[in-house]
């Protein structure tokens, strides 16, 4: 899946984004990370949320991961982190994860293995 959000991205002629993809997919994460729901409260709100939802579509539990989100600003400078822990998942399952931020202007996010 990832190589082709890669694929998707380098057509659109955004490299950065297609070299981050492409990463992504060959580090081997053990699970897929699908962000649900992002958004702030208001517009000059403060804060940011973020809903994740972790998938195990393997047959095999996946071994705990610490990922990292970096939340990002309109010229692509980070205003925030967050880390968080996934603990082993059984085969087959989901885990819904929330995370909340607080820095103004936020449009965007990206996460990685730590």
């Known amino acids: 899946m990832r190589r082709l959000l890669?694929?998707?991205w380098d057509l659109r002629g955004r490299r950065d984004s297609a070299a981050r993809y492409y990463a992504q997919?060959?580090?081997g994460l053990?699970?897929?990370i699908s962000v649900t729901t992002a958004e702030t409260?208001?517009?000059?709100?403060?804060s940011f949320d973020l809903a994740i939802l972790a998938i195990n579509r393997k047959?095999?539990?996946a071994r705990p991961i610490r990922l990292t989100f970096?939340?990002?600003?309109r010229q692509g400078a980070v205003r925030a982190t967050r880390s968080m822990d996934l603990l082993e998942m059984p085969p087959t399952s989901t885990h819904p994860v929330d995370l909340h931020v607080s820095a103004k202007d936020l449009v965007?996010?990206?996460y990685r293995p730590t």
């Open 41 to 46: 409260s208001t517009p000059d709100s403060v």
């Open 25 to 27: 997919a060959d580090s």
């Open 70 to 73: 970096e939340f990002l600003d």
């Open 30 to 32: 053990a699970v897929d």
């Open 108 to 110: 965007g996010w990206r």
């Open 59 to 61: 047959a095999l539990p």
């Open 6 to 8: 890669a694929a998707a």
